[in-house]
C-alpha cells in the first residue's frame, strides 16, 4: 500500500485534533486535554523557535552571499534585489490593506474575543511584553473571576500582572527618541541579539551585513566561510524536514490544546473560532489571487511590452501548477526555470542568476499571507495594531522573507518571528494551522510567478528577451525529468 503524503498526515492530524477538541468540550474534559496533550504542542512551538533563529541567519547569508561578484554582478544583482523587494513590499501593503478593510479577526463574537483578550493579557505579563495598545483588561475588577477560569491565577497575581506591564512601559517611553525604532535594528552585541526572541531585526541586520562584506574579500577567504554557511543551512533545512515528519502528531497535540484552551466546556465557542477562520482564509486567499492575476500582469506590463496577458499564464502553467502540488520554490525551481527560457525566451545568463536568488529572497506569497494573519490574530485577541506597528510588521517581514526556506510550511517559522517582531504569542500559529496547507499551496503559486516576472523584466533591461508565442508551452519539455 503506497504511503499517505507528508501533507495528508498532517491533514489527518488536523481534523483528529479538531474532532478531540470537540469530544473534550462537549464532555467536560478540557483540563485532560491542557494538562495531558497541549504540553507536546507546546514542545513543537519550541522546536520550531529553536529552529527559526540559525535558519534565518545562515539562509540571508548564504542567500546575500551568493550573489556573487559584486563588480561584474553589482547592477544586475542590485537590480534584482530591488525588483523583488519592491514586489514585497507590494504584496504586504496589500495585505493589510485588506485585512484592515475585512476586518476578518473582528467577525468572532465578543466574549470569545475578551477571554482572548484576557489569556494575552496574562501571557504578556509572564513572558515580560508590554501590552501593544496600552489598554489592561486586568485592570478592570469586573473581569477578574473570568481571568481567574481561564487561568490559574490568584487575584494578587492578576493585579500584579496588571501593574508592571503599566510600569514597564513607562519607564520605555521615557527612554524613546524619534530615531530609536533604526537604532533598534544596529545591535551592540550579536550573541545577546541571538539569545532574545525579541531582536529578530538585529540578527536580520547583521546576516545581511556579514552576507555583503563576503562578497568584498577575496575568493579564498570567503569560500570556506560560504560552505561552512551552506553546510550548517542544509542541517537546519535538515531538522526542519525531520520536525515537519513528526508533524502529524504534534498538529493534533496542538490544535487539541489551543481550541481547549478557547472554548473551555463550551462548544459553542469552537464554531466562533472555525467561522472567524472561514473569513481569515478568504482574505488571504482574495490578496493572493490579486498578486497572481492584477498585481504581477500590471507590473510586468509596465516593464515588458511584448509579453502579453494569455501568454504569460500559458507559458508559466506548468511550473505554477507543479507549485500548487509541491508547495515547494525550491522543487518547482528547474521547471520554472524551463519554462521561463523556453516558453518566455529569457536568456540563460538572466534565469539562471534570478531565479535562484528569487527562490531564496523572494517570498511575495509568504509576506502578504504574514501580515494577514499577525493583524488577523490582534483582531481576534482585541489588540488594535498602531500604523507604527504595522510599518513593524511590513519591514520584519519584507526582511524575514529573505530567509524563508523554499520548502513546504516554512512560512509558519517565519510567522513566529513576526509575531515575536511585535510582541504576541508565537503559539498562536496553531488557530490557523487547520488552513494553513490549502493556503501554501497558492502562496507557493504567487513566489514561483513573482520569480518569472522579475527574471523577464530584469532580462528585458538586459535585451536578452526573445518572446515567442507558442501554441503548447507544457509540450517543450518533460515534468518528470
Known amino acids: 500500500m503506497k504511503k499517505l503524503a507528508l501533507h495528508w498526515k498532517i ?137 481567574q477560569e481561564i487561568s490559574e491565577l490568584t487575584k494578587s497575581e492578576l493585579r500584579d500582572a496588571s501593574v508592571s506591564d503599566k510600569l514597564e512601559t513607562a519607564d520605555k517611553t521615557k527612554e524613546t527618541t524619534p530615531l530609536q525604532p533604526l537604532v533598534d535594528i544596529v545591535p551592540d552585541n550579536f550573541f545577546y541579539s541571538l539569545s532574545n526572541n525579541g531582536l529578530m531585526l538585529q540578527i536580520i541586520f547583521f546576516a545581511i551585513f556579514f552576507g555583503v562584506c563576503l562578497l568584498f574579500i577575496p575568493s579564498d577567504k570567503s569560500k570556506p566561510v560560504l560552505s561552512f554557511v551552506d553546510g550548517t543551512l542544509e542541517v537546519f533545512l535538515k531538522m526542519v524536514d525531520l520536525v515537519m515528519q513528526a508533524a502529524p502528531f504534534f498538529v493534533f497535540a496542538l490544535l487539541a490544546g489551543v481550541v481547549s484552551k478557547m472554548a473551555g466546556d463550551d462548544i459553542g465557542k469552537v464554531v466562533e473560532i472555525f467561522k472567524g477562520l472561514s473569513w481569515y482564509s478568504l482574505t488571504v486567499l482574495g490578496g493572493l489571487l490579486l498578486m497572481i492575476f492584477v498585481i504581477y500582469p500590471l507590473v510586468l506590463k509596465l516593464f515588458v511590452k511584448q509579453i502579453p496577458y494569455k501568454g504569460f499564464f500559458k507559458a508559466m502553467g506548468p511550473a505554477q501548477t507543479l507549485a500548487f502540488s509541491t508547495s515547494s520554490s525550491a522543487a518547482t525551481l528547474p521547471v520554472t526555470m524551463e519554462c521561463v527560457e523556453n516558453n518566455l525566451g529569457v536568456d540563460k545568463k538572466i534565469s539562471s542568476f534570478v531565479l535562484p536568488i528569487g527562490a531564496t529572497v523572494n517570498m511575495d506569497g509568504t509576506s502578504l499571507y504574514q501580515a494577514i494573519a499577525v493583524v488577523f490574530l490582534a483582531q481576534m485577541h482585541m489588540i488594535d495594531l498602531t500604523i507604527g506597528q504595522q510599518l513593524i510588521v511590513v519591514l520584519t517581514a519584507t526582511l524575514a522573507s529573505i530567509g524563508s526556506a523554499a520548502v513546504p510550511s516554512a512560512g509558519l517559522v517565519m510567522l513566529i518571528i513576526v509575531l ?7 503559539a498562536w500559529i496553531a488557530i490557523i494551522f487547520p488552513v494553513d496547507r490549502i493556503l501554501d499551496m497558492f502562496r507557493t503559486v504567487v513566489n514561483v510567478t513573482g520569480d518569472a516576472t522579475v527574471s523577464s523584466i530584469i532580462a528585458d533591461g538586459e535585451g536578452m528577451l526573445n518572446y515567442q508565442d507558442v501554441e503548447s508551452p507544457s509540450d517543450t519539455f518533460d515534468l518528470d525529468s
Open 11 to 147: 491533514i489527518i492530524g488536523m481534523v483528529l485534533g479538531i474532532i478531540w477538541a470537540l469530544l473534550s468540550s462537549s464532555l467536560g474534559w478540557s483540563a485532560f486535554t491542557i494538562n495531558w496533550i497541549d504540553p507536546f504542542g507546546t514542545i513543537f512551538i519550541n522546536l520550531l523557535k529553536l529552529i527559526a533563529v540559525p535558519l534565518v541567519l545562515f539562509s540571508i547569508i548564504s542567500g546575500v552571499a551568493n550573489i556573487g561578484d559584486p563588480k561584474s554582478l553589482g547592477r544586475m544583482g542590485g537590480k534584482t534585489l530591488l525588483i523583488y523587494l519592491t514586489t514585497t513590499v507590494l504584496a504586504i501593503g496589500l495585505g493589510l490593506l485588506l485585512v484592515n478593510a475585512v476586518k476578518p479577526g473582528k467577525l468572532i463574537d465578543e466574549q470569545s474575543r475578551i477571554d482572548n483578550r484576557i489569556s494575552y493579557e496574562i501571557w504578556a505579563s509572564e513572558q515580560g511584553y508590554e501590552i501593544k495598545d496600552g489598554i489592561n483588561y486586568l485592570q478592570d475588577p469586573a473581569f477578574f473571576e473570568r481571568a
Open 420 to 426: 515575536d517582531s511585535v510582541g504576541l504569542n508565537p
